[in-house]
């Protein structure tokens, strides 16, 4: 990279990011960064902090964001592509390393800086803003990569790049710009001279920066709404791909380490003997929360560190468990909710939702080198800056001093965010005491399985009304675990609907788990409807339609769910379908599920319907992908997972005991998407939620039981 | 102790303990790190690689079992330059995501395929256990009837 100048940087805009931080219906993205020009741009055909483009007719574009397979980089480089008119096959994608230039917070703004291009001026939020200042500025999450930095920064700076490129034809050649137009990475003239995208870079560098470049209009999309192949697969099917386990650099030792079983326990004891002379051993390190073997082969110190039996404290926790948290739940939120006295028919229930690990396949790595007051660092994660602050703090050095490579990620789902970077916290330690030798530092999938920021438990109890024609009257909850406006919302014409939180504190590490608080409210509200349309007598499809009349976006994903799945017409005995709706991060999904529950109770999940309206959608190909992606995953956990705790411990240490499915378990899943032009919606996370209500629903329909608490695997579904 | 393993065609003497799982030998000994590490205990399949062609979990293989046999691992399932028939049908479909699982997944329907050349659903549920945490269990099998076709037809 070029060195950039404090100027270019503080003309730079800057896009949003931390869209889990704040993770409500209504979120604002702010202007994206566009601009703009390196000092030395005119040598290195430099045009934008996101595109280059290099004499032979090259488009590189950065994307400040982490691919994680959810096929960002592609789409992010499409949505700029289609702005400057570049040849798609002359596209390249580069992943914006960890400085600050590549910021994607509101860092510009924050700087100071007064230059907001007009097209930009749209959406800011002070309140992101204020939160993305605090948080750092390169995360990747809460669904916003396409629907952010896409829309706000990459069309922009696709725009721009076209107009300057424009402009230095017209230039060269003396003739207007407006005679002049782009395709397939060149300019033409109307006389019919032209000249490659590569050919102009450097004059186009020199160019006056646009403040409001012209953005297409959707009908003239030429790549957006195309499935080119995804940019990152062919290195992903030879094996060829590196991820932060991956990396290896001279000298470099390999750390195994066991961390205080309660969180917040402490090291209290060691006999390091048992490792000395063990092959490969170079250091037993000691630190305040966890103890390493540091050896030359992660074999080799993960054998010793297993001959040890250190002891650690329990911070005072040892008595916790999943029982007592789940009656601290109980007693937070008590009796159910009133509803009106006038109400024809009362119907109440409870629901739980468990603890769960996101238990990404690659395990928690990061490789560090520590020398004096400078490290480098090597790992995957969601938010490069942040991560590199999180080592400088850990070394108590300047983040200016830690110099960070990120990696492809072994998945991410929220374990690899803000705050949640305990692995590079603990790798720089133990790094610092081999240093200046890099050591990297495996997690084992106990390690991971056992110390992750699970997603929460939940408690949520319903009360609803039906007057004596069936319609409801009101819906109410109270539930702990936390939740938002987002989280809680119910688009349904309900005259009184209520969601109260109350506060039931525990020890237990938490985080953002694809889809966050959606995730367990998903479950409570989209069951709770169906229960009250099975109590009113009513089908539960038509129940919700008929509630949707001033919700047309939710209404008609809801048709589409159901019409999708053949609603209505008669199937096997012991088959049902079940429905649910939710909005997330900007988008609506509606699900169907079609289940089989056989006598001995084995549930077959046989089909997934999707219907889902996130405004518009990039490449369908991989738009697709995260859709079903995102409903098994969200069928492992409906099914199967469960962190528990006993004695201040997760009880689970590996795929054994915290199962997901495979393919024999995989459902079929049809995928629909609307368009309905409303601003883009994120595709990560919002397929996730109402999966396990319309599992359930489905089960119910199947089979008359209810399943009200999660995993449904703990559920009996024989009948007695 | 030295162990002679055959390594994608070529044959190492390695220095390693005859315990020491073949995955590690093959990272960080030989710097093959397209095979992964994901759970150690032969339950995910991060690990597949080929022992005398027939799939087999790495992560649990000790050096001992794999002495003077062939081991083939992602990086030499096909001659360098080419793609496998299944690797073809893998970008055909668009089947990864983070791509983590994917060499293991690779060498367990590379290795299913070379056991039953057109397997019944059935037989792919039985040859493929593997976890992949992105979920792309959808396309695995519409790649793997592709691969199938393909194979057939050559």
Same mark, same amino acid.
């Given at each position: 990279?070029?060195?950039?100048?404090?100027?270019?940087?503080?003309?730079?805009?800057?896009?949003?990011?931390?869209?889990?931080?704040?993770?409500?219906?209504?979120?604002?993205?702010?202007?994206?960064?566009?601009?703009?020009?390196?000092? *030395? =741009?005119?040598?290195?055909?430099?045009?934008?902090?996101?595109?280059?483009?290099?004499?032979?007719?090259?488009?590189?574009?950065?994307?400040?964001?982490?691919?994680?397979?959810?096929?960002?980089?592609?789409?992010?480089?499409?949505?700029?592509?289609?702005?400057? *008119?570049?040849?798609?096959?002359?596209?390249?994608?580069?992943?914006?390393?960890?400085?600050?230039?590549?910021?994607?917070?509101?860092?510009?703004?924050?700087?100071?800086?007064?230059?907001?291009?007009?097209?930009?001026?749209?959406?800011?939020?002070?309140?992101?803003?204020?939160?993305?200042?605090?948080?750092?500025?390169?995360?990747?999450?809460?669904?916003? /990569?396409?629907?952010?930095?896409?829309?706000?920064?990459?069309?922009?700076?696709?725009?721009?790049?076209?107009?300057?490129?424009?402009?230095?034809?017209?230039?060269?050649?003396?003739?207007?710009?407006?005679?002049?137009?782009?395709? !397939?990475?060149?300019?033409?003239?109307?006389?019919?001279? +032209?000249?490659?995208?590569?050919?102009?870079?450097?004059?186009?560098?020199?160019?006056?920066?646009?403040?409001?470049?012209?953005?297409?209009?959707?009908?003239?999309?030429?790549?957006?709404?195309?499935?080119?192949?995804?940019?990152?697969?062919?290195?992903?099917?030879?094996?060829?791909?590196?991820?932060?386990?991956?990396?290896?650099?001279?000298?470099?030792?390999?750390?195994?380490?066991?961390?205080?079983?309660?969180?917040?326990?402490?090291?209290?004891?060691?006999?390091?003997?048992? @490792?000395?002379?063990?092959?490969? #051993?170079?250091?037993? #390190?000691?630190?305040?929360?966890?103890?390493?073997?540091?050896?030359?082969?992660?074999?080799?110190?993960?054998?010793?560190?297993?001959?040890?039996?250190?002891?650690?404290?329990?911070?005072?926790?040892?008595?916790?468990?999943?029982?007592?948290? %789940?009656?601290?739940?109980?007693?937070?939120?008590?009796?159910?909710?009133?509803?009106?006295?006038?109400? =024809?028919?009362?119907?109440?229930?409870?629901?739980?939702?468990?603890?769960?690990?996101?238990?990404?396949?690659?395990?928690?790595?990061? $490789?560090?080198?520590?020398?004096?007051?400078?490290?480098?660092?090597?790992?995957?994660?969601?938010?490069?800056? &942040?991560?590199?602050?999180?080592? @400088?703090?850990?070394?108590?050095?300047?983040?200016?001093?830690?110099?960070? $490579?990120?990696?492809?990620?072994?998945?991410?789902?929220?374990?690899?965010?803000?705050?949640?970077?305990?692995?590079?916290?603990?790798?720089?330690?133990?790094? !610092?005491?081999?240093?200046?030798?890099?050591?990297?530092?495996?997690?084992?999938?106990? &390690?991971?399985?056992?110390?992750?920021?699970?997603?929460? @438990?939940?408690?949520?109890?319903?009360?609803?009304?039906?007057?004596?024609?069936?319609?409801?009257?009101?819906?109410? +909850?109270?539930?702990?675990?936390?939740? &938002?406006?987002?989280?809680?919302?119910?688009?349904?014409?309900?005259?009184?609907?209520?969601?109260?939180?109350?506060?039931?504190?525990?020890?237990?590490?938490?985080?953002?788990?694809?889809?966050?608080?959606?995730?367990?409210?998903?479950?409570?509200?989209?069951?709770?409807?169906?229960?009250?349309?099975?109590?009113?007598?009513?089908?539960? %499809?038509?129940?919700?339609?008929?509630?949707?009349?001033?919700?047309?976006? %939710?209404?008609?994903?809801?048709?589409?769910? =159901?019409?999708? +799945?053949?609603?209505?017409?008669?199937?096997?005995?012991?088959?049902?379908?079940?429905?649910?709706?939710?909005?997330?991060?900007?988008?609506?999904?509606?699900?169907?599920?079609?289940?089989?529950?056989?006598?001995?109770?084995?549930?077959?999940?046989?089909? #997934?319907?999707?219907?889902?309206?996130?405004?518009?959608?990039?490449?369908?190909?991989?738009?697709?992908?995260?859709?079903?992606?995102?409903?098994?995953?969200?069928?492992?956990?409906?099914?199967?997972?469960?962190?528990?705790?006993?004695?201040?411990?997760?009880?689970?240490?590996?795929?054994?005991?915290?199962?997901?499915?495979?393919?024999?378990?995989?459902?079929?899943?049809?995928?629909?998407?609307? !368009?309905?032009?409303?601003?883009?919606?994120?595709?990560?996370?919002?397929?996730?939620?109402?999966?396990?209500?319309?599992?359930?629903? /489905?089960?119910?329909?199947?089979?008359?039981?209810?399943?009200?608490?999660?995993?449904?695997?703990?559920?009996?579904?024989?009948?007695? | 102790?030295?162990?002679?393993?055959?390594?994608?065609?070529?044959?190492?003497?390695?220095?390693?303990?005859?315990?020491?799982?073949?995955?590690?030998?093959?990272?960080?000994?030989?710097?093959? $790190?397209?095979?992964?590490?994901?759970?150690?205990?032969? /339950?995910?399949?991060?690990?597949?690689?080929?022992?005398?062609?027939?799939?087999?979990?790495?992560?649990?293989?000790?050096?001992?079992?794999?002495?003077?046999?062939?081991?083939?691992?992602?990086?030499?399932?096909?001659?360098?330059?080419?793609?496998?028939?299944?690797?073809?049908?893998?970008?055909?479909?668009?089947?990864?995501?983070?791509?983590?699982?994917?060499?293991?997944?690779?060498?367990?329907?590379?290795?299913?395929?070379?056991?039953?050349?057109?397997?019944?659903?059935?037989?792919?549920?039985?040859?493929?256990?593997?976890?992949?945490?992105?979920?792309?269990?959808?396309?695995? !099998?519409?790649?793997?009837? =592709?691969?199938?076709?393909?194979?057939?037809?050559?």
């Amino acid at each position: 990279m070029n060195r950039w100048t404090r100027r270019a940087f503080i003309g730079a805009g800057t896009v949003a990011g931390g869209g889990f931080l704040l993770g409500v219906a209504g979120f604002t993205f702010a202007p994206g960064r566009h601009t703009l020009v390196s000092a *030395d =741009a005119a040598n290195t055909g430099q045009l934008t902090t996101w595109i280059t483009i290099t004499p032979d007719n090259l488009t590189t574009i950065l994307v400040p964001h982490c691919e994680m397979g959810q096929g960002s980089l592609t789409a992010l480089a499409m949505m700029a592509a289609e702005e400057l *008119d570049a040849d798609w096959p002359l596209v390249r994608v580069q992943e914006a390393p960890a400085q600050d230039s590549y910021a994607n917070g509101y860092i510009v703004r924050a700087a100071g800086g007064q230059y907001v291009p007009a097209v930009l001026a749209r959406g800011v939020d002070y309140g992101a803003y204020k939160m993305a200042e605090w948080f750092g500025f390169q995360v990747t999450g809460g669904s916003t /990569a396409v629907r952010g930095t896409g829309e706000y920064g990459m069309r922009v700076a696709g725009a721009a790049a076209k107009e300057m490129l424009v402009a230095a034809a017209a230039r060269t050649w003396g003739v207007n710009a407006s005679e002049c137009t782009a395709s !397939r990475s060149r300019v033409y003239a109307t006389s019919g001279r +032209s000249a490659a995208f590569g050919e102009l870079a450097h004059l186009a560098a020199a160019e006056r920066v646009p403040t409001s470049p012209a953005l297409k209009q959707p009908g003239r999309f030429t790549i957006r709404g195309t499935s080119p192949v995804r940019l990152d697969i062919p290195a992903k099917v030879d094996g060829s791909t590196k991820y932060a386990i991956d990396f290896t650099t001279p000298g470099m030792l390999y750390a195994a380490i066991e961390i205080a079983p309660v969180h917040g326990g402490k090291l209290l004891s060691v006999d390091t003997t048992p @490792a000395d002379g063990m092959r490969g #051993v170079k250091k037993v #390190v000691k630190l305040d929360d966890a103890v390493a073997v540091v050896a030359d082969s992660f074999w080799r110190a993960r054998r010793a560190l297993a001959a040890l039996a250190p002891e650690f404290s329990d911070a005072g926790h040892g008595d916790v468990s999943t029982a007592s948290i %789940f009656a601290a739940f109980d007693r937070a939120v008590g009796a159910p909710p009133d509803v009106p006295k006038a109400a =024809a028919k009362v119907v109440t229930a409870e629901y739980r939702a468990p603890f769960l690990a996101h238990a990404t396949m690659e395990p928690m790595t990061c $490789t560090a080198k520590v020398e004096g007051d400078r490290a480098e660092v090597w790992t995957g994660v969601q938010d490069p800056l &942040n991560a590199r602050s999180a080592a @400088a703090k850990a070394l108590g050095i300047d983040a200016a001093n830690v110099r960070l $490579t990120n990696f492809s990620l072994g998945g991410g789902f929220g374990r690899r965010l803000p705050f949640t970077f305990d692995y590079v916290d603990l790798a720089v330690r133990v790094a !610092r005491a081999m240093s200046p030798a890099p050591v990297k530092t495996i997690w084992t999938r106990e &390690n991971d399985i056992q110390h992750d920021y699970y997603r929460g @438990a939940a408690l949520s109890r319903h009360a609803g009304a039906l007057d004596a024609s069936g319609a409801p009257l009101a819906a109410h +909850s109270k539930y702990t675990g936390g939740g &938002n406006g987002e989280a809680v919302f119910m688009p349904y014409a309900i005259p009184e609907m209520r969601a109260d939180e109350k506060k039931a504190d525990h020890p237990i590490r938490l985080g953002q788990w694809r889809s966050v608080l959606n995730s367990q409210h998903g479950f409570f509200k989209e069951s709770f409807i169906d229960e009250l349309a099975h109590g009113a007598g009513k089908d539960p %499809f038509e129940f919700r339609r008929a509630l949707l009349g001033t919700q047309p976006r %939710f209404k008609a994903a809801l048709e589409k769910a =159901a019409a999708m +799945s053949g609603w209505g017409s008669a199937l096997p005995a012991g088959e049902g379908r079940g429905i649910a709706i939710c909005e997330s991060f900007g988008t609506i999904a509606a699900e169907v599920v079609h289940v089989a529950v056989p006598a001995d109770g084995r549930v077959k999940v046989l089909h #997934v319907y999707a219907a889902v309206d996130c405004g518009d959608i990039i490449n369908p190909d991989s738009a697709t992908a995260q859709v079903e992606g995102g409903i098994v995953f969200a069928l492992s956990a409906a099914l199967l997972s469960e962190i528990t705790i006993a004695k201040g411990r997760v009880v689970q240490k590996n795929f054994r005991d915290y199962p997901m499915i495979r393919l024999a378990d995989a459902p079929t899943v049809t995928t629909a998407f609307l !368009r309905s032009n409303a601003p883009l919606g994120g595709l990560g996370e919002p397929c996730v939620p109402p999966l396990a209500p319309a599992l359930a629903n /489905a089960i119910y329909a199947a089979s008359g039981i209810r399943v009200r608490e999660l995993p449904i695997k703990n559920a009996r579904l024989t009948k007695a | 102790m030295d162990i002679t393993i055959t390594v994608n065609g070529t044959e190492h003497t390695l220095d390693l303990e005859p315990d020491m799982p073949v995955l590690w030998a093959l990272r960080e000994t030989l710097g093959l $790190t397209g095979t992964k590490y994901g759970c150690g205990i032969a /339950a995910c399949g991060a690990c597949t690689v080929h022992l005398d062609g027939r799939p087999v979990r790495s992560c649990t293989l000790p050096l001992s079992a794999a002495a003077g046999k062939r081991v083939t691992t992602i990086e030499g399932l096909a001659p360098v330059g080419t793609l496998h028939r299944v690797q073809q049908a893998w970008i055909a479909h668009q089947v990864p995501q983070c791509g983590y699982c994917q060499s293991g997944v690779i060498m367990a329907v590379a290795g299913l395929l070379a056991q039953h050349p057109n397997p019944t659903d059935d037989e792919i549920d039985a040859g493929l256990t593997n976890v992949c945490r992105c979920g792309t269990f959808v396309r695995m !099998r519409a790649a793997i009837h =592709a691969a199938v076709s393909e194979g057939v037809a050559s």
